[in-house]
């Protein structure tokens, strides 16, 4: 049985040997009883330490990715698909990371957690994207929101699937929309990685990405897609041209390999994958 959580029982450890010193000296007047102070002091450290003492424990022993979350990447996740078998322990181990380390949360009437296969399930494209860098939670965006339907926000005060807060390090994204994407990649535009990607541009600085400006004719060729149906998909009145390079790459690779193979070899290199999808 794996110990998934190392403070805990460090933690544990010091309490009991703080308990253990002030039972021994209890009835003895002439023990200074202050040892105990120390063991106490050291369990609020590692109390306050947590986190970060147990995301490096969990990456040095990271725990079996969850059966139903794997079998849904075998249907479901193509890209996962194209990995080689090391590429896909790695993505395996990071996506039980990520969902551990980000939080995860539906708006609505009353906010919830949401389960754990549905964090996965989002999980899986900002992991799938930051899988060949080594700041695999892709910076400091450590909120995702859900909406089951399109929704406003006050940056955006209209119906839209799909912002990435830069400032606060939020993501939100309408569930609809995404599922619809994942069920039914043909017919709608994925906007999962489209999130990822904006971060992921916004957050790792020393990449050099491919020029892609005026190349709304490729988008539409690569994607089946005019500019309007994309717009209309993700919500948004203007968008950078970046992630949905990113998006379609990730989800419609042989397509875009076949229209645009020079963009196509660039985008390799900075996600280098074993395989193409679609």
Same mark, same amino acid.
């Given at each position: ?201 916004? +957050?790792?600085?020393?990449? !050099?990405? &491919? =020029?892609?400006?005026?190349? #709304?004719?490729? @988008?539409?060729?690569? *994607? $089946?897609w005019d500019k309007e149906n994309i717009l ?21 690779? +042989?397509?875009?390999?076949? !229209?645009? &193979? =020079?963009?196509?070899?660039? #985008?390799?290199? @900075?996600?280098?994958? *074993? $395989?193409?999808?679609n």
């Amino acid at each position: 049985m794996k110990m998934h959580s190392l403070s805990t029982v460090i933690i544990i450890v010091l309490l009991l040997i703080a308990g253990g010193i002030f039972l021994a000296n209890y009835n003895d007047p002439y023990n200074d009883k202050g040892f105990v102070i120390i063991p106490v002091v050291l369990a609020a450290v590692f109390y306050a330490f947590q986190g970060p003492i147990d995301h490096w424990w969990r990456e040095k022993y990271p725990r079996e990715i969850d059966p139903k979350l794997k079998a849904w990447l075998v249907q479901y996740f193509q890209p996962y698909l194209t990995l080689n078998d090391e590429d896909k322990k790695r993505f395996e181990n990071r996506l039980t990371l990520y969902i551990e380390g980000r939080l995860f949360q539906g708006v609505g009437k009353d906010h919830k957690e949401m389960p754990y296969d549905i964090c996965g399930i989002i999980a899986a494209h900002g992991v799938l994207i930051g899988l060949w860098q080594k700041d695999y939670l892709i910076g400091e965006f450590d909120r995702i929101y859900t909406y089951k339907h399109p929704f406003p926000t006050p940056d955006h005060p209209y119906m839209h699937n799909v912002e990435v807060n830069t400032e606060d390090g939020v993501i939100i994204l309408s569930l609809e929309q995404l599922t619809n994407a994942i069920l039914s990649p043909d017919e709608y535009y994925n906007i999962g990685f489209h999130a990822y990607a904006e971060a992921f541009i916004f +957050a790792i600085k020393d990449i !050099i990405y &491919p =020029d892609v400006m005026d190349t #709304w004719s490729d @988008i539409e060729r690569i *994607s $089946g897609w005019d500019k309007e149906n994309i717009l209309n998909q993700i919500g948004l009145k203007e968008v950078s041209l970046l992630p949905i390079h990113i998006s379609l790459f990730l989800t419609k690779s +042989a397509k875009y390999r076949e !229209i645009r &193979p =020079d963009l196509y070899e660039k #985008w390799l290199r @900075i996600f280098p994958f *074993s $395989g193409t999808t679609n």
